[in-house]
C-alpha cells in the first residue's frame, strides 16, 4: 500500500489488524485467569481448624496425664484432620470450678458421676467410654489391723476432694454426719497412698486398680462398681465433629496405631456409649458444693 493510499483505506486496516488480535486477547486473558485461580491456595492459604481441647479429670498427677494421654490426643488429630489439645488440671478444686462454671472445653474425660451431671445440666453428649467398671478401695497399711470403717471415726483418712469419686463413695461409708472421719485432702490419688504409706493417715480411698501397685497396702472395704471414664462432648460442638470424634475413639481398639497406644499407655479398650449408660450416676453428687 502507497503512501497516496485513501485515509478510509488505511482506517479499514487498522480495523482489520484490531480484530484480529480480539481472538489472542481473549485467550490470553482466558490463560491469566486459570493461571490465578491456581495460585489461590498459595496466596490466601485455607484457615488452619482451631484446635480442640480435651480435659481430663485430675485422678493422677498432671506429668502422669500428660504422659499416658499426649498419644492419646494425637491419634485423635490425625483422625479428625483437627489439632486436638489437653487441658489439664492440678486438684479437683479447680477441675470442679471449670466445671460449674460451663466447662469452657470441647472434649472430656469424666468418672461416670461428673459426666451424667454434664449431660444433665448441661447438655453435654457421652459419645464413648473407656471398657468396664471400677471400684473404690478404703485402704490401711496392711500392718494396720482395721476391719470396719465405723473403727476409722475421728482418724485421719485422705483422700482427694469432691467431687472424685472416692470422696463420694466415702461420704457413703460415713453417712452419720457425728461420726466422721478426720479428712485429710491430697491432690492426686497417689497422694493419698503415699500419706497412708508415711504414717501421715491411717486410711484413704482410691480407685482398686491401684492398690495393687503399693506394697504394704491393704483394702478394708471395696465398694460397688461404677461405670468406667466416659468421654462427652460439648454442646459447642457441631454434629458432624461429634460424630467424627466417637469413631475416631472408637477406632482405637480397631487399628494397629490404637492398639499400640492402649497397650503402651495400659489403657482398656475404648467402646461406644451413650447418655443412658451414665443416667443415674450424678445423684452421688447430692450434697457436692456447687451441684
Do not use: C, H
Not at 496466596?43 to 506429668?63: G, N, R, V, Y
Not at 461420704?171 to 454426719?177: D, E, G, K, R, T
Not at 475404648?270 to 450416676?281: D, L, Q, S
Amino acid at each position: 500500500m502507497s503512501a497516496s493510499s485513501p485515509p478510509q483505506t488505511a482506517g479499514a486496516a487498522r480495523a482489520a489488524a484490531r480484530q484480529a488480535l480480539r481472538p489472542r486477547l481473549a485467550s490470553l486473558l482466558v490463560s491469566a485467569f486459570a493461571l490465578l485461580i491456581a495460585t489461590l491456595p498459595a496466596t490466601f492459604p485455607a484457615q488452619a481448624k482451631e484446635p480442640l481441647q480435651m480435659a481430663i479429670a485430675p485422678f493422677l498427677p498432671e506429668a502422669e496425664l500428660e504422659k499416658a494421654y499426649t498419644p492419646v490426643v494425637e491419634y485423635l488429630g490425625r483422625r479428625l484432620g483437627q489439632p486436638v489439645e489437653l487441658k489439664l488440671f492440678p486438684n479437683f478444686l479447680s477441675f470442679w470450678e471449670a466445671t460449674r462454671g460451663g466447662s469452657d472445653f470441647d472434649i472430656v474425660l469424666d468418672s461416670a458421676p461428673v459426666t451424667d451431671f454434664r449431660v444433665q445440666r448441661q447438655g453435654w453428649q457421652v459419645v464413648a467410654r473407656f471398657d468396664g467398671e471400677v471400684t473404690q478401695s478404703l485402704i490401711t497399711r496392711d500392718d494396720d489391723l482395721i476391719l470396719s470403717p465405723k473403727e476409722l471415726v475421728n482418724e485421719r483418712v485422705a483422700v482427694q476432694p469432691s467431687p472424685s469419686v472416692s470422696a463420694l463413695v466415702l461420704y457413703q461409708l460415713f453417712p452419720n454426719p457425728v461420726q466422721q472421719p478426720t479428712l485429710v485432702f491430697a491432690q492426686t490419688n497417689r497422694d493419698v497412698a503415699t500419706a497412708i504409706l508415711e504414717g501421715r493417715a491411717r486410711a484413704g480411698v482410691i480407685p482398686t486398680p491401684l492398690v495393687g501397685g503399693y506394697t504394704g497396702l491393704y483394702p478394708v472395704v471395696t465398694t460397688e462398681p461404677l461405670p468406667f471414664l466416659g468421654f462427652s462432648v460439648s454442646p459447642e460442638v457441631n454434629e458432624r465433629t461429634r460424630k467424627a470424634l466417637r469413631q475416631a475413639l472408637v477406632s482405637f481398639p480397631e487399628t494397629e496405631e490404637g492398639k499400640r497406644i492402649l497397650e503402651e499407655q495400659s489403657l482398656t479398650d475404648i467402646v461406644p456409649a451413650t447418655n443412658a449408660y451414665y443416667a443415674g450416676n450424678a445423684d452421688l453428687l447430692v450434697g457436692t458444693y456447687g451441684y
